[in-house]
C-alpha cells in the first residue's frame, strides 16, 4: 500500500542548477498538490491540479513550474535553483468532491539544499 | 487572506493526562478543517475532517470540535501516551486549498 511515493528523499543542489521532483499516487485520487514546509512558516501551497489537465498556482508559485503527466503523478520542476528555495517539499492527493475535499495523503517529503 | 493560529507552539505533559490543542482561523467560510499530525522527517497523517455542517468528529482517543462562526478548533487527546508525542497541524480549506497552522509540538513525559 504505497500512497504517495516522493523521489528522490534527499538532495543538494548548487545555486543555478535545475531538477525535478517526482511524486505519484496509487490512490486514484483526481487532485493532488505541492507545499513547502519551512521552520516557523508551516506548509505553504506552490500549486496543485484539481484534476488531470489541470494545473493552478498557490500560494508561493515563483521559481517553480508543474506537469501533470497524468492522473498518477505531479512533477515539480526548479528551472534555476536560489538558497531561498531550500526547504523539505511535500506532495499530496485527494478526492475531489465539489465545494469540499476529502483527507489529504503526504508523501514523506523531499529535503532540497541549495548550497 | 486565511490565516491559522495554533498556540502553544509546544507543549508538554505527563503520561496519562488528558490535553487539549488549540487552533484559530480568520475568515469563517471554510468547508472543512483537518487535524494532521507529523512525526519528525515524515509526511503528514490526517487524524480527523470535520465537515462545516459538523459540530465535531471523534477516532478512538481523539476528539475534535469546530466552532465556525467563532473560528476556532481543539483536539482533545484523552488519556496521552508517549506514542502520541508528535507535531499537530490543523488546517482549514476553503477556495480550493489547504491553508495551514504552523503547529504545535506535543511531547509527552514518561
Known amino acids: 500500500n504505497a500512497g504517495v511515493t516522493q523521489t528522490p528523499k534527499f538532495q543538494v543542489l548548487k545555486t543555478g542548477q535545475s531538477m525535478t521532483l517526482q511524486c505519484a499516487q496509487d490512490?486514484?485520487?483526481?487532485?493532488m498538490y505541492w507545499y513547502r514546509q519551512d521552520p516557523g512558516m508551516g506548509l505553504r501551497l506552490i500549486y496543485y491540479?484539481?484534476?488531470?489537465?489541470?494545473?493552478d498556482k498557490g500560494e508561493v508559485p515563483n521559481g517553480y513550474n508543474v506537469s501533470r503527466l497524468n492522473k498518477r503523478e505531479f512533477s515539480l520542476r526548479l528551472e534555476s535553483a536560489a538558497p531561498s528555495q531550500t526547504s523539505v517539499y511535500f506532495c499530496a492527493s485527494s478526492e475531489w468532491v465539489e465545494n469540499s475535499n476529502q483527507p489529504q495523503h503526504f508523501g514523506d517529503g523531499t529535503r532540497l539544499s541549495i548550497l | 487572506k486565511q490565516e491559522v493560529t495554533q498556540i502553544p507552539a509546544a507543549l508538554s505533559v505527563p503520561e496519562g493526562e488528558n490535553l487539549v490543542l488549540n487552533c484559530s482561523f480568520t475568515?469563517?467560510?471554510?468547508?472543512?478543517l483537518q487535524w494532521f499530525r507529523q512525526d519528525p522527517g515524515k509526511g503528514l497523517t490526517s487524524l480527523l475532517l470535520i465537515q462545516s455542517s459538523q459540530r465535531e468528529q471523534t477516532s478512538g482517543r481523539l476528539n475534535a470540535s469546530l466552532d465556525k462562526s467563532s473560528g476556532r478548533s481543539t483536539l482533545y487527546i484523552a488519556a496521552s501516551q508517549p506514542g502520541d508525542s508528535a507535531t499537530y497541524l490543523c488546517a482549514v480549506f476553503g477556495n480550493e486549498k489547504l491553508t495551514f497552522g504552523t503547529g504545535t509540538r506535543l511531547t509527552i513525559i514518561p
Open positions: 490512490m486514484n485520487h483526481n487532485s
Open positions: 491540479s484539481a484534476s488531470e489537465g489541470t494545473t
Open positions: 475568515d469563517s467560510a471554510i468547508y472543512n
